[in-house]
């Protein structure tokens, strides 16, 4: 059972809520030039490569998860998230329907609770903080107490960015004693939360008594037909897998294979840096990554060659993540769940109707409502594996966990946070970004007359005996 929050957290909680209701009415009257110049100044100050590099590896060291040399790469998802952010009105009237004679005026939602996760507590913040800032809302960040000193260290930066333009500090406000009933209080006294994390946090974040946006758990799987472009798809598998050691939901996880260019494919994921474990070495694998049914903290988001050493084998160098057969699906193969490290479960299949039914029991035991992906050049097996996967986002022919998110070369907003719809009892399917971070008026005028008549409504059942 969770500990019940102490009065001292209680009062902290409250005190951090209306230090950030103050800096909130201080930005009433800002205009949509002036939110635009804060976002820039905090987007700069957080995302020029000296100071992103710092924060970034500040979080690895702190956490000890992560991928040291790679993760200041994020700092582009700060520059995406700008650019989404610029790109779109965020008060007055955003939205005109003439036809229908509606206008749509969006306006703040208040104080927001920002859950930041132990893996990226130096890119959330800035990405929630532009979104809130944009939007005219402030923000009180709860971090996760594992990387609470990075996140705290990221918010003064933010802070500081503010500080120097004029505009209050307190618009982001950080809890620098975190715990698990603090962010409850929190999530439950701010108007709305933005949950970034695993299944826990976002049960809380649905459980607060508050709107909220949370996530869902990944366990994301990738088909890959006989039309694909092998060196492409190994290529995007090892740069998805390896981005920041494997710690993201939508690293790839499973990869599902069609026979007839399994052997071609999984020679060139070795090619790329996996290494293939034996039979007996899988046998070791198991028991070092779960334990009790859960992943085992210590293999999350770290080396290949560390988890290999935890299972008792040693793999050569410049392997970069390791590849395990499987044929097997359900609770009691743990190998087809989600894996969030530097390991990667491979299915082979024969026919497409057959991996659609792989996909299907995968995500029947973990990871439905998040994500999955094909390499296909057949637009009928793409429209078909959409039609099937029960996720919010299918990428194709791209790396998932550079590409779900936003990416400059797709379409999907911009984000650090992914909706997972009512699969995962989150309220959207979509990606969280600025739209979400507001409320909306709907103003209608009258128009023409659009009723249609009865047997227009009823078609064939018009006028027929009235069961």
Same mark, same amino acid.
């Given at each position: 059972?969770?500990?019940?929050?102490?009065?001292?957290?209680?009062?902290?909680?409250?005190?951090?809520?209306?230090?950030?209701?103050?800096?909130?009415?201080?930005?009433? =009257?800002?205009?949509?030039?002036?939110?635009?110049?804060?976002?820039?100044?905090?987007?700069?100050?957080?995302? =020029?490569?000296?100071?992103? &590099?710092?924060?970034?590896?500040?979080?690895?060291?702190?956490?000890?998860?992560?991928?040291?040399?790679?993760?200041?790469?994020?700092?582009?998802?700060?520059?995406?998230?700008?650019?989404?952010?610029?790109?779109?009105?965020?008060?007055?009237?955003?939205?005109?329907?003439?036809?229908?004679?509606?206008?749509?005026?969006?306006?703040?939602?208040?104080?927001?609770?920002?859950?930041?996760?132990?893996?990226?507590?130096?890119?959330?913040?800035?990405?929630?903080?532009?979104?809130?800032?944009?939007?005219?809302?402030?923000?009180?960040?709860?971090?996760?107490?594992?990387?609470?000193?990075?996140?705290?260290?990221?918010?003064?930066?933010?802070?500081?960015?503010?500080?120097?333009?004029?505009?209050?500090?307190?618009?982001?406000?950080?809890?620098?004693?975190?715990?698990?009933?603090?962010?409850?209080?929190?999530?439950?006294? !701010?108007?709305?939360?933005?949950?970034?994390?695993?299944?826990?946090?976002?049960?809380?974040?649905?459980?607060?008594?508050?709107?909220?946006?949370?996530?869902?758990?990944?366990?994301?799987?990738?088909?890959?037909?006989?039309?694909?472009?092998?060196?492409?798809?190994?290529?995007? &598998?090892?740069?998805?897998?390896?981005?920041?050691?494997?710690?993201?939901?939508?690293?790839?996880? =499973?990869?599902?294979? /069609?026979?007839?260019?399994?052997?071609?494919?999984?020679?060139?994921?070795?090619?790329?840096?996996?290494?293939?474990?034996?039979?007996?070495?899988?046998?070791?694998?198991?028991?070092?990554?779960?334990?009790?049914?859960?992943?085992?903290?210590? &293999?999350?988001?770290?080396?290949?060659?560390?988890?290999?050493?935890?299972?008792?084998?040693?793999?050569?160098?410049?392997?970069?993540?390791?590849?395990?057969?499987? /044929?097997?699906?359900?609770?009691?193969?743990?190998?087809?769940?989600?894996?969030?490290?530097?390991?990667?479960?491979?299915?082979?299949?024969?026919?497409?109707?057959?991996?659609?039914?792989?996909?299907?029991?995968?995500?029947?035991?973990?990871?439905?409502?998040?994500? !999955?992906?094909?390499?296909?050049?057949?637009?009928?097996?793409?429209?078909?594996?959409?039609?099937?996967?029960?996720?919010?986002?299918?990428?194709?022919?791209?790396?998932?966990?550079?590409?779900?998110?936003?990416?400059?070369?797709?379409?999907?907003?911009?984000?650090?946070?992914?909706?997972?719809?009512?699969?995962?009892?989150?309220?959207?399917?979509?990606?969280?970004?600025?739209?979400?971070?507001? =409320?909306?008026?709907?103003?209608?005028?009258?128009?023409?007359?659009?009723?249609?008549?009865?047997?227009?409504?009823?078609?064939?059942?018009?006028?027929?005996?009235?069961?």
């Amino acid at each position: 059972m969770p500990r019940p929050i102490t009065a001292e957290e209680r009062q902290y909680a409250q005190e951090l809520l209306q230090r950030a209701q103050v800096a909130q009415r201080q930005i009433a =009257n800002l205009d949509q030039a002036a939110v635009d110049r804060a976002i820039q100044a905090v987007g700069w100050a957080t995302s =020029n490569e000296k100071t992103f &590099t710092r924060l970034a590896r500040m979080g690895v060291e702190e956490s000890g998860l992560g991928d040291w040399e790679g993760r200041p790469n994020k700092r582009f998802k700060i520059k995406g998230i700008l650019r989404d952010a610029l790109r779109q009105k965020s008060m007055g009237i955003v939205e005109e329907i003439p036809e229908k004679g509606l206008v749509k005026y969006a306006k703040p939602v208040g104080v927001i609770a920002a859950l930041i996760p132990t893996t990226n507590p130096a890119l959330t913040p800035p990405g929630m903080g532009i979104y809130a800032l944009k939007t005219k809302n402030a923000v009180v960040f709860s971090p996760h107490p594992r990387a609470k000193n990075t996140s705290a260290e990221t918010v003064r930066v933010m802070r500081e960015a503010l500080r120097r333009i004029g505009l209050p500090e307190d618009l982001y406000v950080c809890a620098e004693t975190p715990s698990n009933p603090l962010a409850q209080e929190l999530m439950a006294i !701010c108007d709305l939360t933005i949950a970034t994390g695993g299944p826990a946090m976002a049960k809380s974040a649905h459980s607060s008594g508050k709107p909220a946006y949370a996530a869902g758990q990944g366990n994301s799987t990738i088909v890959i037909d006989e039309t694909a472009d092998i060196k492409e798809a190994a290529h995007n &598998t090892m740069l998805s897998k390896m981005s920041d050691f494997g710690s993201g939901c939508s690293a790839d996880g =499973n990869l599902i294979v /069609e026979a007839t260019i399994y052997d071609a494919f999984l020679e060139q994921l070795q090619a790329e840096g996996g290494y293939l474990v034996s039979d007996e070495e899988k046998e070791k694998l198991e028991p070092a990554l779960w334990q009790d049914g859960h992943r085992t903290l210590d &293999t999350i988001a770290c080396e290949a060659r560390k988890i290999a050493e935890k299972a008792g084998f040693s793999i050569p160098a410049g392997k970069k993540f390791l590849i395990v057969r499987e /044929e097997n699906i359900g609770k009691d193969y743990p190998f087809s769940t989600e894996k969030l490290g530097t390991l990667l479960s491979i299915f082979k299949y024969s026919g497409f109707e057959s991996a659609l039914d792989m996909v299907t029991r995968i995500y029947a035991i973990q990871g439905k409502g998040h994500s !999955c992906g094909i390499y296909s050049f057949n637009d009928e097996h793409i429209h078909q594996l959409a039609l099937t996967a029960p996720v919010s986002r299918m990428m194709v022919r791209q790396p998932q966990s550079k590409a779900n998110a936003g990416a400059f070369n797709n379409g999907m907003p911009m984000t650090s946070s992914m909706g997972c719809g009512v699969w995962a009892g989150n309220i959207t399917n979509e990606n969280i970004s600025l739209k979400h971070y507001l =409320n909306y008026t709907w103003v209608a005028r009258t128009i023409p007359e659009d009723k249609p008549d009865d047997e227009e409504l009823f078609g064939e059942f018009y006028n027929t005996e009235t069961w």
